[in-house]
Nanobody, 121 residues
């Protein structure tokens, strides 16, 4: 069982930046971020696998940067030029061997509890 713990969310003004972190209890091959806005379905944001190959949701790749530090078993999501529509709970997700496509690990086995991002105009 792998535990995932997100941090770094908060309330920011439009145009600002945030860096979210997801600490994993052990190394895991595929990690990624999803988000869920109020009243909407959960959507994929970005994923990173193995040696560092990445995949982004087409509509988000210009402002979102996913990265990881394997020595710390930590995943990051840098969000720049925040917009009110970025307001959502951001979830870390992982799978021990999944590939990545469309901004996500194709399969998800583990989820974090989520961190809230609120962007005001």
């Amino acid at each position: 069982q792998v535990q995932l713990a997100e941090s770094g969310g908060g309330s920011v003004q439009a145009g600002g930046s945030l860096r979210l972190s997801c600490s994993a209890s052990q190394y895991i091959v595929c990690m990624g971020w999803f988000r869920q806005a109020p009243g909407k379905e959960r959507e994929a944001v970005a994923a990173i696998r193995g040696s560092g190959s990445t995949s982004y949701a087409d509509s988000l790749k210009d402002r979102f940067i996913i990265s990881k530090d394997d020595a710390k078993n930590t995943l990051y999501l840098q969000i720049n030029s925040l917009k009110p529509e970025d307001t959502a709970t951001y979830y870390c997700a992982a799978h021990p061997f999944s590939g990545i496509n469309g901004g996500r690990c194709t399969y998800v086995m583990y989820w974090g509890q989520g961190t809230q991002v609120s962007v005001s105009s």
